[in-house]
């Protein structure tokens, strides 16, 4: 599409004024959107946003109900409580390495209390591992 010489003009020419009175012409003389379209369209961007963020506020608290129930346990006293985010993480850590081990171990011969043989990566020597509790030592349980 080509522009018409006096569009061209105003655009080479830079000039604010030239350029606006060039824009009127080429929008057939109209001047700026009414004050009432300009306030539409505020008033539809504003419901818009309210809305975006009504939806996003609520898809973080399904996500919050979702992980305070997923972080939810009974403790000793039969209480329920909820996990930190940091005591969820190191539980799930501590589940998916007794597991692990679980699989590592499969074929061995098991040892008294939940003990299992594991060997170090850095020295090749074996130690034992209490998968209830987490307890490591280099002497074989009794």
Not at 27 to 46: A, E, H, P
Not at 71 to 79: A, C, M, P, Q, V
Not at 86 to 100: G, P, Q, S, T, V
Not at 106 to 134: C, H, I, K
């Amino acid at each position: 599409m080509t522009w018409p010489r006096w569009l061209r003009r105003a655009v080479r020419n830079r000039h604010r004024h030239a350029i606006e009175q060039a824009s009127r012409r080429w929008r057939g003389g109209r001047g700026d959107d009414s004050t009432r379209t300009l306030r539409k369209i505020s008033i539809s961007t504003q419901v818009a946003d309210r809305r975006a963020a009504a939806a996003a506020a609520e898809a973080a608290r399904s996500w919050l109900e979702a992980e305070a129930e997923r972080r939810k346990y009974e403790d000793s006293d039969g209480e329920e409580r909820v996990l930190s985010l940091e005591e969820a993480m190191a539980k799930e850590e501590a589940e998916e390495a007794a597991e692990a081990v679980r699989q590592l171990n499969a074929g061995r011969e098991e040892l008294p209390g939940g003990w299992v043989e594991m060997v170090d990566p850095e020295s090749g020597q074996p130690y034992y591992f209490r998968e209830v509790d987490g307890a490591t030592q280099w002497e074989a349980p009794n």
